[in-house]
């Protein structure tokens, strides 16, 4: 059975950092791109940052591209999402997810999700 659990979400005045991890079980997590995406209230999910099977590459939105930084462990089954310089519009909930496609936006092409973490940026 494959998990995905995220941990890390919270609440932060705008500048501030968060960390996000998602722990992996159940899957080889060195085959898997991994990646983060995110949904505020009344939008749609919407892709954060991916990073490919070894590490080697990764990819962002231009929307994150310069504050966020995506980071994996494969000896510890574990992705990381570095925030920096949160911004008001960066409040949402945070999905892990793995997939096959390497630079894939959309949602319906990842094959398992976490559950979520919220994180909330004030101004």
């Known amino acids: 059975q494959v998990q995905l659990v995220e941990s890390g979400g919270g609440s932060v005045q705008a500048g501030g950092s968060l960390r996000l991890s998602c722990a992996a079980s159940?899957?080889?997590?060195?085959?898997?791109?991994m990646a983060w995406f995110r949904q505020a209230p009344g939008k749609e999910r919407e892709f954060v940052a991916a990073?490919?099977?070894?590490?080697?590459?990764?990819y962002y939105a231009d929307s994150v591209n310069g504050r966020f930084t995506i980071s994996r462990d494969n000896t510890k089954n574990t992705v990381y999402l570095q925030m920096n310089s949160l911004k008001p519009e960066d409040a949402a909930v945070y999905y892990c997810a793995a997939g096959s496609r390497w630079k894939a936006h959309q949602p319906r092409l990842y094959d398992y999700w976490g559950q979520g973490t919220q994180v909330s940026v004030s101004s």
């Open positions: 990073i490919s099977w070894n590490g080697g590459s990764t």
């Open positions: 159940g899957l080889t997590f060195s085959s898997y791109v």
